[in-house]
């Protein structure tokens, strides 16, 4: 038990919250850049123009029916030869941007499907124009239904940062692994403190959740 | 409605013909030498995760090691004493692709100089001479490379070629390849496998590591260590090995030796030059 | 990419058997062991439902690769020999499971309250109330989110590439480190991955239209 604590040296603890920080902060920003490429691309798909749609769909398809792991390798390894050459940090928000962007589309896209039809032509026949009707109508509605799988996708996103270990992204789980590699008697408290470092990230990501949405239920309409 | 159906295949076929349009060009063929001399920076893919050659410093948080000190070395050699070494960690199985892709200038990171290697990549002239070996836990029946027969196993690291060698050399063995030393290294520690294969020089640093893992049989292959750049970067590489000669000549080189692998046996200046 | 398939489409093939292998394990374990705690999380007891909660929360929030690793590093070295292709395989259930729980609780729940009462009242006991009349109809349910894990299990179950087992990823990895063409290597793996995962896909789509309006 002792040498189970003799583990949390203040070096190895600030080693880990480096990585901790590593995480967070990728993972912030991919989730603020997939919402918003996320919403444009399932409204895209909803909105049914010709061939676009049909473009768009089927390229979110393509993304997601891929695990992240390939795209995270290719993202780094693979578009320096095509010309896009990204250090590793900005490597990793592009490739958890470009897959969850496509996971959100789809979240965003049954949100929108499961506003009743009347909405919109209700809305059309009071004056408003479709795109009026989309923003001020249709979308408060479906973000409304849409706040628990967006936000479990976003625990999905910050779980998933761990596989950016395969690009020596300096994350949480990397960095862990530096820690346990280098004396095996950590290996134990190294697993318990990323275990518990990632339940608390993702359990107040999903009861911050939980008041937006009792929030936003029981607010006036 | 055939139409229809047919849709997402065409489209498959369009994204396909796309992807491979892709594939031909590269654009890691600009003079890394010009580059650097005009950045004044030289970007060196080096190892986080091996002891003595380049090893993560939790405390500082720098990486440490006789590749990295060389890297330093040469870097001031070829851009002077203001020029700049900028560490990138890589790992055997992403050196390549790093190089290749332009991410990097140059890899100093144990890499060994083979044919197959060569064909993809410039080397500069060996800077350390290494050969592989097997690490296992103190009393292991396993002596030497010929104890492992059916049924053992071996790890190794991915894109390393002592993978390729061991196979060679034990094709009996079952190989397992993990991601880069640290994990093996524990994975060894776990009971996954009966030995550990790789140039001795790592070996070394993991059992002076934990005292429990010794390196036995002695080398079964040569590995001369090169300082590896993108095939036809010959500027980079003729200067790359100008620094070396000038390092050998000066007597850094000697003083780097004995900084890292002094009292290491098979590892005195006569046996790695 | 097709020399690649033509050169070592026999490795990337064996890598794929490996993944779909343990997918399959992996969703058949997954469901005994979510179904059973999504039981728990609505079981008269109440520390079943604690058991119930603490598992499902505890296990949704920690990473898979953090799982996997621990079974690879950890079991075998204080508990029991292991290989990288058991231990990834595990982690995927344990993982999944959790979801699984999830989805078969919604699912029971949306049979709702009602139709308990009722069969109930007409003198079934519990188990065979849910039995006979719940998990039917909340099995329509939740047939095509249990779809969709199983595509998310074939992706997931790459993470077996960082534990040595064998399965397509792993398999790519190698391939691609053996003929320095990295690019063409992961479109092969790609396309191979597409080849699972893009049919069920579209099936799944077609049942959640089409079977459970039915």
């Known amino acids: 038990m002792q040498s189970f604590f003799a583990a949390y040296t203040w070096d190895n603890l600030r080693y880990l919250l480096q990585g901790l920080w590593v995480t967070v902060e990728v993972s912030v920003v991919s989730i603020l850049f997939s919402f918003i490429l996320g919403t444009l691309l399932g409204v895209a798909r909803y909105v049914k123009i010709k061939y676009f749609s049909a473009i768009v ?33 900005p490597a990793a928000i592009v490739a958890m941007t470009v897959f ?13 499907n499961a506003v009743p039809v009347g909405q919109m032509e209700a809305a059309r026949s009071n004056g408003l124009s479709y795109t009026q009707a989309m923003t001020k109508i249709i979308m408060p509605q479906a973000f409304k239904k849409m706040i628990p799988p967006i936000v479990s996708q976003f625990i999905s996103l910050v779980k998933d940062t761990s596989l950016a270990t395969i690009i020596l992204l300096p994350e949480l789980t990397y960095h862990a692994q530096i820690i346990y590699g280098q004396n095996i008697n950590y290996m134990i408290p190294m697993f318990v403190a990323l275990a518990a470092l990632y339940f608390i990230v993702n359990y107040a990501l999903s009861i911050a959740s939980r008041v937006i949405d009792r929030r936003m239920s029981r607010a006036p309409r | 409605m055939a139409k229809r159906r047919l849709r997402p295949l065409l489209l498959l076929v369009a994204f396909l013909a796309l ?40 405390k500082t948080d720098q990486i440490e090691g006789f590749d990295i000190d060389m890297a330093k070395a040469i870097t001031k050699q070829i851009l002077g004493p203001k020029g700049k070494a900028d560490l990138v960690q890589v790992t055997s199985d992403t050196r390549v692709p790093m190089l290749k892709g332009g991410n990097v200038d140059a890899v100093i990171a144990t890499m060994t100089i083979t044919p197959d290697r060569q064909k993809v990549l410039n080397f500069s002239q060996p800077y350390f001479n290494a050969g592989q070996a097997l690490l296992v836990k103190k009393g292991s029946p396993i002596k030497s490379v010929k104890d492992l027969v059916k049924g053992t196993k071996v790890i190794g690291v991915q894109g390393s070629n002592s993978v390729d060698n061991v196979k060679k050399a034990a094709p009996q063995t079952q190989v397992l390849q993990l991601s880069d030393y640290a994990q093996a290294f524990t994975a060894l520690k776990s009971g996954q496998g009966d030995a550990l294969t790789t140039d001795n020089g ?18 079964f292959t040569k590995e001369p260590y090169g300082i590896a750049m993108n095939k ?24 780097l030796i004995n900084k890292w692998f002094k009292g290491i046996p098979g590892f005195s200046l006569k046996e790695v030059e | 990419m097709f020399t690649i398939l033509a050169e070592h489409g026999s490795a990337l093939l064996s890598g794929l058997g490996y993944t779909l292998a343990a997918s399959l394990m992996a969703l058949l374990g997954s469901l005994v062991i979510g179904t059973a705690f999504a039981l728990f ?7 079943l439902r604690i058991i119930g909660r603490i598992y499902v929360e505890v296990v949704r929030n920690i990473p898979l690769l953090v799982i996997a690793l621990g079974f690879y590093v950890i079991v075998p070295r204080y508990v029991m020999p292991m290989d990288g292709f058991t231990a990834g395989t595990i982690g995927l259930t344990i993982y999944t499971s959790a979801f699984i729980a999830e989805t078969v609780r919604a699912g029971i729940e949306s049979v709702a309250v009602g139709q308990m009462e009722g069969a109930r009242s007409v003198g079934l006991t519990y188990t065979q109330a849910m039995v006979q009349i719940i998990f039917p109809q909340a099995i329509k349910i939740v047939v095509p989110p249990l779809g969709n894990q199983f595509i998310n299990l074939v992706k997931n179950s790459s993470v077996l590439a960082f534990v040595a087992g064998f399965d397509l990823m792993y398999e790519g990895k190698i391939v691609a480190n053996a003929t320095f063409s990295t690019f063409d290597t992961y479109l092969a793996v790609g396309l191979l991955y597409l080849v699972l995962t893009m049919p069920l896909s579209y099936l799944m789509r077609y049942l959640e239209k089409h079977w459970v309006s039915a």
Request: aromatic fraction near 8%.
């Open chain 2, 232 to 255: 036809g970067q010959d500027n980079l590489t003729k200067a790359m090995n100008t620094a070396v000669d000038q390092l050998r000549a000066n007597g850094t080189y000697a003083k």
């Open chain 1, 57 to 89: 769909g089927f390229v979110i398809d393509l993304i997601r029916n891929l695990p992240l792991l390939l795209i995270l390798f290719f993202t780094y390894f693979a578009l320096p030869d095509i010309g896009i050459r990204l250090p590793v940090i």
């Open chain 3, 41 to 47: 999380e609505i079981s008269h007891r109440k520390w």
């Open chain 2, 19 to 58: 992807a491979l349009a892709g594939c031909g060009k590269s654009v890691a063929d600009r003079d890394a030498l010009a580059h650097a001399k005009a950045t004044n920076k030289l970007v060196w893919g080096v190892k986080a995760d091996t002891r003595l050659f380049g090893l993560m410093n939790i």
């Open chain 2, 202 to 219: 790592i070996l070394y640093g993991m059992s002076e590591q934990d005292h429990d893992y010794v390196v036995v049989g002695g080398t």
């Open chain 1, 100 to 112: 969850e962007s496509a996971m959100l589309a789809e979240i965003v896209r049954s949100g929108i």
